[in-house]
């Protein structure tokens, strides 16, 4: 007797198509445009679930005088539940993304982005700066969150990208006169920036999250400390495989690394999360702690972890179908794979901002 197949749960496919084709549209346009959009998807959301409550009473009292209700009605009922859904996360991305928009054109980022003149920045580093080689000669490549600019600090949270000559740490703050240059629209950093001149960033008081960020960073540090004792190209290779830290790699092995397909490796992935998940659900089992404590403990394993190998777009994804995964175990919905891969785009697409247009 062959073993019956699984139907696959395709309920959530629509609304996640309807909230990539709206971040799609979104990422290529300003602030106007996008509160539009979301307005009129709310609207149209709101009016698509008043319908389907419509729907579903004038059946149930058709249902008490009749007995049977033609099967329309119920078609009709699912397919305006689809479209109140779809336009409710539509509205969810392109109101996500007008917010940012607004804040950036509200504090004056997007012009100063635009304009060629050099501006004081404040910004905190978000990960581990990675060696490039610039028209000066060596430099560092770092990612941050450009937290305030001006003489007269204008509060903003805008993504960003530094090349600078030297090494800047993760988690901390650092101060410097850049100089700005636009990127593409679908790019999660809204500017370039490079220091003016001779004025390197420097770097500010520690914070509360500079210490905590420091505790991680020494985790790293210690992780490739050990695998320095490994033999032949292992003292590069572990750190990349364990947190993804590919720093250590040389040109020749990044390469080697390529050509055979073997890159997703050393890039922290859904495995890596599935590994921490698997290890702390048995220590659980091990130490027969109740049912009830074991979810928030794979939820702050899992956010310990991405702390660890700092959260780049592809820890995030991988973190946030992790915890996606975990709850549906929890909730005894473990095989419900598909629709858990449209929650996940619907949660991504939702709550990551989309950039500002400059």
């Known amino acids: 007797m062959t073993e019956q197949r699984q139907a696959l749960d395709l309920r959530l496919v629509p609304a996640s198509l309807a909230g990539w084709a709206t971040a799609l549209v979104v990422v290529h346009s300003g602030f106007p445009i996008s509160l539009h959009v979301g307005s009129w998807l709310f609207a149209g959301a709101l009016l698509a679930t008043v319908g389907v409550f419509a729907l579903r009473g004038a059946r149930s009292s058709a249902q008490a005088t009749t007995t049977a209700t033609p099967s329309w009605w119920r078609r009709t009922e699912v397919l305006i539940l689809h479209m109140a859904l779809s336009a409710g996360v539509a509205s969810g991305v392109a109101l996500s993304a007008a917010q940012t928009q607004h804040s950036h054109q509200e504090s004056g980022w997007a012009d100063a982005v635009t304009s060629e003149v050099p501006v004081s920045v404040t910004f905190r580093v978000t990960r581990d700066a990675l060696p490039v080689q610039q028209l000066s000669g060596d430099g560092?490549?770092?990612?941050?969150?450009?937290?305030?600019?001006?003489?007269?600090?204008?509060?903003?949270?805008?993504?960003?990208?530094?090349?600078?000559?030297?090494?800047?740490?993760?988690?901390?703050?650092?101060?410097?006169?850049?100089?700005?240059?636009?990127?593409?629209?679908?790019?999660?950093?809204?500017?370039?920036?490079?220091?003016?001149?001779?004025?390197?960033?420097?770097?500010?008081?520690?914070?509360?999250?500079?210490?905590?960020?420091?505790?991680?960073?020494?985790?790293?540090?210690?992780?490739?400390?050990?695998?320095?004792?490994?033999?032949?190209?292992?003292?590069?290779?572990?750190?990349?495989?364990?947190?993804?830290?590919?720093?250590?790699?040389?040109?020749?092995?990044?390469?080697?690394?390529?050509?055979?397909?073997?890159?997703?490796?050393?890039?922290?992935?859904?495995?890596?999360?599935?590994?921490?998940?698997?290890?702390?659900?048995?220590?659980?089992?091990?130490?027969?702690?109740?049912?009830?404590?074991?979810?928030?403990?794979?939820?702050?394993?899992?956010?310990?972890?991405?702390?660890?190998?700092?959260?780049?777009?592809?820890?995030?994804?991988?973190?946030?179908?992790?915890?996606?995964?975990?709850?549906?175990v929890f909730a005894g919905r473990g095989r419900a794979s598909s629709a858990l891969l449209c929650l996940c785009v619907i949660l991504l697409l939702v709550l990551v901002k989309s950039r500002v247009v400059v």
Not at 150 to 172: C, K, M, Q, S, W
Not at 267 to 272: D, E, P, W
Request: aromatic share 6%.
């Open 140 to 328: 560092y490549r770092s990612q941050a969150i450009v937290t305030s600019w001006g003489e007269n600090p204008h509060p903003v949270r805008a993504e960003v990208v530094i090349f600078t000559d030297t090494e800047l740490e993760a988690g901390h703050r650092y101060t410097a006169t850049m100089r700005l240059s636009s990127t593409a629209a679908a790019e999660r950093a809204t500017a370039v920036l490079r220091p003016f001149g001779s004025d390197e960033p420097r770097q500010r008081s520690p914070d509360r999250w500079a210490h905590i960020s420091g505790v991680f960073n020494s985790l790293r540090d210690a992780t490739a400390h050990q695998a320095s004792y490994a033999v032949g190209e292992s003292p590069a290779l572990l750190p990349g495989v364990i947190l993804g830290d590919r720093s250590a790699q040389s040109a020749e092995l990044t390469e080697a690394m390529r050509v055979s397909g073997l890159t997703h490796m050393t890039v922290v992935s859904g495995t890596h999360c599935a590994l921490v998940m698997g290890a702390l659900l048995g220590l659980s089992r091990m130490l027969r702690m109740p049912r009830w404590s074991t979810l928030p403990m794979l939820v702050c394993g899992l956010v310990l972890f991405v702390m660890l190998v700092q959260p780049a777009p592809s820890v995030i994804r991988a973190a946030v179908m992790g915890s996606i995964g975990a709850l549906a």
